[in-house]
């Protein structure tokens, strides 16, 4: 593995873990707010045109090499084995968002932490683990990339962390206080784990594939809950320029 490369990637996960650090501690009020929701829209533009320029194609290259580097082991479907692996990272999440959505319904106007039913407690453990190792396993790509290059890891790393923006945003808006004093730092953690892990462990090619099929389902579904902006907090001008801009930069690279 190239120096290069590992420097690369841990300066990438440094800053993964700094957003989840200290991101809930810049959330502005006031008139400094309008600013703050066009920035996270003008995020989840890139994060959308990295999945549908980028990710989407790497997909489909990496299921052509699942099926090369497996060809000697009797796999029934191999052909459609990476995009199994995307639509479970898509139900999964899927499925994440309906829970919280239910248990938000169940949830009363008191503080989480205060009057919140042993069932709300579950939910948030789950949804917030839930997260920790999907960051663990985007730090961990970022190390074992099926694209090997600076310019790979660069657009891989800023997109990913506009993704972890928006994801920080919304699941402090989600529990408020119990997220900024303890979720966060379970999210930053796992990031940096994820980094180490790769270090010491590299899996099997085959198992790096079906993650970045999880990984790129997991992509696609919190862009549609997290970061596409609603009628209320979304600002359209600037999530149509970051995808834009994004998806411009991408083709020309």
Known sequence: METLHIIGSLV???????????????????????????FLSFAAGVSVAYVFIHLLPELHSAGDEFILITAHRALHIPEYRVYMSALIGFMFFYGLE?????????????????????????????????FAVYAWLISYLLVYDTEK??????????????????????????????????????????????????I????????????????????????????????????FPAFLLGGILYAVLLILI
Not at 18 to 32: A, D, E, Q
Not at 101 to 129: F, M, P, Q
Not at 209 to 235: A, D, H, R, W
Request: with cysteine; proline share 3%.
């Open 12 to 38: 990438a996960v440094i800053l993964f873990a700094l957003i989840f650090f200290f991101c809930p501690k810049l959330r502005l009020h006031g008139p400094g707010q309008l600013y703050h929701r066009r």
């Open 98 to 130: 309906h829970m919280v959505a239910w248990s938000r319904l169940k949830r009363t106007n008191e503080s989480l932490e205060e009057k919140a039913g042993k069932s709300e407690r579950v939910v948030y453990a789950i949804h917030i683990g839930s």
């Open 149 to 198: 290059g600076t310019i790979s890891l660069i657009l891989y790393a800023v997109a990913m962390g506009l993704h972890f923006l928006v994801i920080d945003y919304a699941l402090s808006r989600e529990y408020g206080s119990l997220y900024e004093r303890r979720g966060k730092n379970v999210l930053a953690l796992a990031s940096l784990a994820g980094w180490v892990i790769a």
């Open 200 to 235: 010491c462990i590299e899996l099997p090619a085959p198992i790096i594939i079906t993650i970045l099929g999880f990984v790129s389902g997991g992509v696609i579904m919190n862009s549609l809950i997290n970061e596409l902006p609603g009628e209320k907090e979304g600002k």
